[in-house]
């Protein structure tokens, strides 16, 4: 995994650090679009969370809903695809946890991993911003050799002020 991501890392963290308000609702807009385009694209809306979700082989193959994506958005979703491991154990602390009944940051962009390797993919991540960031910087510091609770601590640490409630995120060993 380090080998995968470390070259793209750098890159996703710059141009996320750049997002703003208008590229948030320019997301709003995507969403709605895809939503027209849902039964052409064999997605499906989980109407629990109004998150956009769809089926691919595996985690190789990025979802339709990413098309209308930046390149960085894309990039974080394959990071995340291949991260899996990791973002099980990492809280999101969006208000995800609440509002959609995520468990992990993992399920900002995965809803579920069936047993033949298909992903089930979750568009909620396009259109948040923390999640995107704890996802990078959870995956740059696996990177830099820390293991999986050192990063959950570290996330805890810098989250657990100014956002909302942590999603309920069970602690690694």
Sequence with gaps: MKK???PLLAAIILALSACSATED???SEKQVENQKTEEVNHTSHNHLSGDLQELTASAKELPKFLDSQSEEIRLVYAAAG???DLL???????GCGESAGHRSNVNCFIAETRED???VWDDHGTRCLACLQIAIESVRLYQDGKS???IRNAIDTKYKDGYAAPTPTEMPA
């Design 4 to 6: 995968i991501l470390l």
């Design 25 to 27: 609702q320019q997301g």
């Design 82 to 84: 291949q991260a899996t």
């Design 88 to 94: 099980q154990w990492i809280p999101c602390y969006c």
């Design 117 to 119: 390797g298909s992903i």
């Design 148 to 150: 999986i609770k050192e």
